[in-house]
């Protein structure tokens, strides 16, 4: 059965619904497994303002066994997405594995002070070098997975969540130094279904550099990035399709920051 790895909780400051309604959705929908991945904290005080704080880390396990606790079939797992931005490095290498997490994405949402993804700070894009922006959030990209710090890299083409899009040749160009990166350290992405709810209408990643993620041998999970109860997982149906049409034949399942491969049901009927 198929499981949900990216999904939020309030601590965010940006998402609505308590841990068990999200796990309900994921019942109501046949979904195996959860992996809460809610933004780490930043004991620098980065980006304060779209994660939980330090602090607050226990409430967020708390929240996770409760979640836990509802008698369901969903088995419920703990994740987090960490950023990467300039001196995360100390912390993530120190904390994350002092955590029971099953799993943890990586996720560059930053180029410098610029969240590339932020509807508040989507002025920028207007003066913004298109394909400079996408190169250097590729260089990003790369340089947190040579780091070996997380498990999983999500939404690989974030930046074209607004529409901003390169043409195919170079987008591939860009992205191919991050998938060889994302493969020697053993890293899978995500396919994200949360694209399809965005002005760019498309999952991340798109066909063609999930075809140059398959040529690498890199594992997938899926995931809708659910700031939502509702959201759970949302387009799974099509998620499921785009890695078939992609050559995928297995997703993995984490426990314990390990994965294993599960193979990708037939069809998918959400
Ligand atoms: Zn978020
Ligand atoms: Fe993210
Ligand atoms: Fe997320
Ligand atoms: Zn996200």
Redesign the pocket.
Known sequence: MIGDY???TIL?KHAVGSAPEYVRTAAEKGIGEVCF???APSPHGYDPSNRMTLDQFPLYLRMLAEARDARSSVEVLSGI?ADYYQGCEQFLADWLPRQDFDMV?G?VHYIGGWGIDDPDQLAVWKTADVPATWQRYFELVAEFARKGLVDVI??LDLPKKFGHRLPPDDLMEFVAPALDAIADAGMGIEI?T?GLRKPAAEIYPCSNLLRMAFERRIPICI?S?A?APADVGSAFDKAVALARSCGYTHTVSFRKRTATPVPLPAECAR
Do not use: F, Q, V, Y
Request: with cysteine.
């Open positions: 990216h999904m939020h965010c991945t809610d933004h997405e994405l996720s999500a939404h994200n949360s995931g990035d700031h």
